[in-house]
């Protein structure tokens, strides 16, 4: 693994572990085995090194997001395949899944926020996108496209922070995409 990467890796470990504001500098480059130069040389600051983290592993998120978010005209399998993404982004990487929640939920003055929020409003436009498209097939969304994303969006990231908190063993991806896929889709309709 090359310096760059190393520093990544554990930077946002860190993150994940302590929240930004609390590891400094030192505490990245000793975790990494390297030095403070280093760090500046490849990412100019700790600021920087947060916008690396983000757009090193969450940017390929939201890239597959929109590819799986893609509406043909089925509601169910659109939001089913989306779903697919968000748990295959918390399975594949724990630590990066649970630390841009926790900055999608810091202070907004805070700069862990201002970093996040182009990622939180990306995501959350490809959410919009689908129901907006869909509006046809869901006569009850009537203009109601930002409540329907959040909500669904809502039940991903809430089941995700649950099976991360209480410890359950490995899931099956397909079947707890159905089952949320469903339980949202019950709600709509009921």
């Known amino acids: 693994m090359d310096n760059r990467t190393n520093i990544l890796r554990c930077a946002a470990e860190l993150f994940y572990q302590k929240g930004y504001d609390a590891v400094g500098v030192q505490e990245i480059v000793a975790r990494a085995g390297t030095t403070k130069p ?19 592993y969450y940017a390929p998120f939201l890239e597959s997001l929109e590819k799986a978010s893609f509406y043909d005209g089925d509601v169910p399998k659109t939001l089913y395949k989306t779903c697919i993404e968000y748990l295959k982004l918390a399975m594949k990487n724990k630590t990066l899944y649970l630390f841009v929640l926790s900055l999608i939920y810091s202070a907004r003055e805070n700069d ?3 970093a996040v929020r182009p990622y939180m409003v990306r995501t959350h436009e490809i959410i919009v996108q689908i ?9 009850n969304i009537n203009g109601r496209h930002q409540q329907f994303a959040s909500g669904f969006e809502g039940i991903i990231n809430f089941y995700l922070i649950y099976y991360f908190e209480i410890g359950e063993p490995e899931i099956d991806i397909e079947e707890v995409g159905r089952n949320l896929v469903n339980q949202f889709m019950y709600g709509i309709f009921s």
């Open 38 to 56: 280093t760090l500046y040389y490849y990412f100019g600051s700790k600021y920087g090194l947060l916008e690396n983290i983000l757009e090193t």
């Open 112 to 114: 862990t926020y201002k």
């Open 131 to 139: 129901f907006s498209k869909a509006e046809d097939k869901l006569g």
